[in-house]
């Protein structure tokens, strides 16, 4: 019974993988097939033209470099705000914790248009322009409540009597948090960071609404969708793709390395 249940379970596995990557290897085979419509049957021959035509997309690029802008953006302010309001959340209790938490989280559960056109209509009444400031904030709104959850439950490991020692020897609130908390914090803020930036590259619904004449790639992405989608969006897609992948695999070799150094500065001051 065990052997079938693990089998089964392998089975599961590979199936699941099968779905989730199949339809990735079928996009990046679209970006090299020399087909105006993006789709690798049937098999026309390899080519580049598609990354080509995509470097020569001045509309492509401009939405990428928008993109990419309002990304960082959120993530400079996403981080900032859901850190302050995590470490204010873990000090109170009671209500107080209840309805902060409620108002902080409540902006993940309205629907992405809601968002957009309210942060549309609030600014409007101050004569504000929509543009890529207002996507950025509108982006924030939800985006930081991300990073606050992540801050929250990090925050549950932290050893609230190293802070109280520390204070107990001298050193100021702002030199724990720096030397003490914010150490503790950092995997928290580095996996709030990346899931802020790229829910920003992914978000549709409420740049749509702020962003003005701007477009952003998600924008672009639709727009080409009504006109006529072509393989430059599948080559575009590779390059993200082969990004992230380098990236995971810089960050875990970082992650080893520092892994390994810790393992050897502890064998050398046990010794």
């Known amino acids: 019974m065990t052997q079938k249940s693990d ?12 779905y989730m990557l199949l339809p990735l290897v079928i996009m990046g085979g679209a ?4 087909s105006r419509f993006p789709s690798v049957y049937p098999w026309q021959g390899f080519t580049w033209t598609w990354f080509i035509e995509l470097w020569n ?16 953006a959120v993530v400079a302010l996403s981080v900032p705000i859901g850190t302050a309001a995590a470490i204010l959340l873990n000090s109170v209790a009671g209500v107080a914790r ?6 902080m989280v409540a902006p993940i ?7 957009g056109i309210s942060t549309l209509l609030f600014w409007n009444t101050v004569s ?17 409540a991300f990073v ?6 990090r925050l549950q490991s932290f050893d609230r009597s190293l802070e109280e020692a520390a204070l107990d020897l001298g050193a100021s609130h702002a030199q724990v948090v720096r030397r003490i908390l914010l150490p503790h914090l950092y ?25 003005g004449p701007y477009d952003t790639l998600t924008v672009y992405v639709f727009s080409k969708v009504r006109s006529g989608i072509t393989p430059t969006i599948n080559a575009l897609a590779v390059i993200l793709i082969a990004v992230t992948i380098i990236a995971i695999i810089l960050v875990e070799l970082r992650r080893r390395r520092a892994e390994r150094t810790s393992i050897r500065t502890a064998a050398v001051t046990q010794t």
Not at 7 to 18: I, T
Not at 57 to 72: E, H, K, M, S
Not at 109 to 115: D, E, M
């Open 7 to 18: 089998w089964l379970f392998r089975l599961y596995l590979w199936l699941f993988l099968a």
């Open 31 to 34: 970006a090299f097939n020399d």
């Open 57 to 72: 997309d001045a509309r492509l690029l401009n939405a990428f470099r928008n993109t990419i802008f309002v990304a960082v």
């Open 98 to 103: 209840t309805a902060l938490y409620g108002m």
């Open 109 to 115: 559960l309205i629907p992405g248009a809601v968002i």
């Open 128 to 144: 504000v322009a929509p543009g890529l400031h207002l996507s950025v904030l509108g982006q924030v709104s939800y985006i930081s």
């Open 148 to 153: 606050m959850l992540l801050v929250l439950a």
């Open 187 to 211: 995997p928290a803020l580095g996996a709030g960071a990346a899931i802020a930036f790229f829910q920003s590259i992914e978000n549709f619904n409420v740049t749509l609404f702020t962003r």
